[in-house]
């Protein structure tokens, strides 16, 4: 994705922090500034952020990090919810609007891949967010984020390339869209 993605395919059963979630009790809150501490952290994750691609040039400055996000938090064009799991804040989930196209972005901490979370997170978003179409784009080599865009009824209809700031190369990516 252009942004935050979420590997959800990408069971690490054997890494040392992972938390399984059993019955998880997922919920959308609107994000608000503190939200984002949490959100900064999960992005460090090397292997999360090489999997999203299209990241921030520098993922360790945190002071350019909260300032661009906390001016989304006020932008009219953008619904940014984060998403919990039993009370705890496990992700994000947004739209935003790029080149004149609304687009979703979504990002789940590593230890909380595979368990169906994103899944849920963005049906439930797209129950609120009605705007239609609304594209995802992802990296083509990130297979869980694909499964997620297509469960929740995104369509690949395209390709493209661009530089991913994670891998400091330029990659393709895949394009869908959701039109109902």
Known sequence: MRDPAETEGSKQQNHKNLKIM?????????????????FFQFQLDK????????????????TAY???YSKFLTDP?????????????VGS???????????????ID??????GIATTALKDFLKIEQTRPIYG??????????KVLEKCGFVKIG???GFANARQTEIEEYIYRLSE
């Open 77 to 89: 064009t953008i619904n940014m919810q984060t998403i919990k799991a039993n009370d705890e804040i």
């Open 110 to 115: 590593r230890k909380f891949w595979g368990q």
């Open 159 to 161: 390709k493209d390339k």
């Open 22 to 38: 059993t019955n998880n009790n997922i919920t959308l809150i609107k994000t608000e500034k503190d939200d984002l501490n949490a």
């Open 137 to 146: 784009r992802v990296a083509f080599d990130n297979y869980g984020s694909q």
């Open 47 to 62: 292997e999360a952020n090489y999997l999203a691609a299209f990241t921030a040039k520098d993922p360790n400055d945190k």
């Open 66 to 68: 909260i300032e661009k």
């Open 93 to 107: 989930v947004a739209k935003f609007i790029m080149e004149g196209d609304a687009g979703i972005t979504y990002w």
